[in-house]
Structure formats: structure tokens, C-alpha cells
């Protein structure tokens, strides 16, 4: 079946530090890819998707790139900030499966001043 | 703007109590809505997603079931919880159809429910 494997945490990392979550997926057909963040207290919102092989997504100075070759989706960010302490969870939506996600186990990210 | 209400943001409830969770979706019609939980120390699980009035999925057997009483209303419900029951609680809403594999899905915030 599908699956999502994600980098174990916690992350820790000093402010400006250059980040890196790694990705995989198992899936069949053409899936669609998504970098989820969960701030304290929070529900989870999307940080960043891709929907077919090459493309990258990114935001708030997060990127992405999905590689069907390697099948990975790992988030990168150049210059970490506090603000960006949170959890971070890797998902897939395969085709044509009314959009349920199937998420990683999350990584938690803390950065410090 | 479409925006997801849930509640109640926490819960502790006592074993072999019966449980009600609601989540209603304002500013979309026919939305595909579902609920995940989160384990303590694990990942986010699909429970049930609904695509319309009174169609259920179930995606893994569990002490829970879930309705869909209205377009755009979506309740968890438990008659008897167990303690494997705790975790935190999400429901999340998408757009509606299944080739919607590509678009976003919005979440609530959230309930954390703690069976003792």
C-alpha cells in the first residue's frame, strides 16, 4: 500500500541554520505531495505541495522538489527562525482516491536564538 | 472565505464514557470532510472521511464511528471509549469528488481528548 517515511526528530537547529527534512514515498500512479506544519496548540496547515514529478513548491522561504526518481519530497530551508519551531509532516494524496491523506510521522522542529 | 469550527478543544473523559465530537464547514457546499488523530508519539491517521450526505468510510476498525447528519456537518462518536481512545483529534475539509487529489485540505483545530 502507500506510504510516507519521514526523517525522525526532534530537529534542533540555531537561528539562520540551514534545514533539511528528509521525504520518501511508496505509492502507485501519479500522487500528489504536500509538506503540512503544525504550530503549538494548532491544527495543521499546508506549508507547501507539488502535484506531478520536477515540480517544487515552495513558501515562506520553505522548498520542496518532488523527484519520482528517487520518490522523495524533502523540505529544505535555507536560513531557519524561531517562528518556524513546529511540527512538520509529509503527505501523499494518490490519484483518484477522493483526497485522503496519508501522512508521515511528523518531525518535530526546534530552533534556538 | 470557507473556515472549519471544532470542538471542544479539549476533553478528558473517563473510561466506558460515551463520546461526541462536531465539525461544521461554513462557506463551501458539498465539501469531502474526514477525521485524523494523532496518537501521542505517532503520525497522523485517517479514521473516516465522508463524500456526502450520510456516506460513511471507515478506514480502520475502532471503538469509533462517524455521521454526517448534515452537508456540512461531520460528528466522531464513541458509545464506550477506551483508554486507547486519547489523542488529539482533527477534522479537515477538501473539496468535493474524488479526482481532487491535487487540491488542499483545510483543517480544525483541533480536539485533544484524554480517556481516564
Known amino acids: 500500500g502507500n506510504s510516507v517515511t519521514q526523517m525522525e526528530g526532534p530537529v534542533t537547529l540555531s537561528e539562520e541554520a540551514f534545514l533539511t527534512i528528509n521525504c520518501t514515498y511508496t505509492a502507485t500512479g501519479y500522487p500528489s505531495l504536500f509538506w503540512y506544519v503544525q504550530y503549538p496548540g494548532e491544527g495543521l496547515q499546508l506549508l507547501l505541495k507539488?502535484?506531478?514529478?520536477?515540480d517544487k513548491g515552495s513558501n515562506k522561504g520553505f522548498e520542496a522538489t518532488y523527484r519520482k526518481e528517487t520518490t522523495s519530497f524533502h523540505l529544505e530551508k535555507g536560513s531557519v527562525q524561531v517562528s518556524d519551531s513546529a511540527v512538520y509532516f509529509c503527505?501523499?494524496?494518490?490519484?483518484?482516491?477522493?483526497?485522503?491523506?496519508?501522512f508521515g510521522a511528523g518531525t518535530r522542529l526546534a530552533v534556538h536564538p | 472565505s470557507q473556515t472549519i469550527h471544532q470542538w471542544p478543544a479539549t476533553l478528558v473523559q473517563p473510561v466506558g464514557s460515551p463520546l461526541s465530537l462536531e465539525c461544521t464547514v461554513e462557506?463551501?457546499?458539498?465539501?469531502?470532510l474526514y477525521w485524523y488523530r494523532q496518537a501521542a508519539g505517532r503520525g497522523l491517521q485517517l479514521l473516516f472521511y465522508?463524500?456526502?450526505?450520510?456516506?460513511i468510510s471507515s478506514e480502520v476498525p475502532q471503538n469509533l464511528s462517524a455521521s454526517r447528519p448534515q452537508d456540512r456537518q461531520f460528528i466522531l462518536s464513541s458509545k464506550k471509549l477506551l483508554l486507547s481512545d486519547s489523542g488529539f483529534y482533527l477534522c479537515a475539509w477538501s473539496v468535493r469528488g474524488r479526482m481532487t487529489w491535487n487540491t488542499e485540505a483545510f483543517f480544525g483545530q483541533g480536539t485533544r481528548l484524554t480517556v481516564v
Open positions: 503527505a501523499l494524496s494518490s490519484s483518484g482516491g477522493y483526497n485522503k491523506l496519508i
Open positions: 465522508s463524500v456526502g450526505i450520510g456516506q
Open positions: 462557506g463551501t457546499s458539498n465539501p469531502n
Open positions: 507539488a502535484t506531478k514529478a520536477d
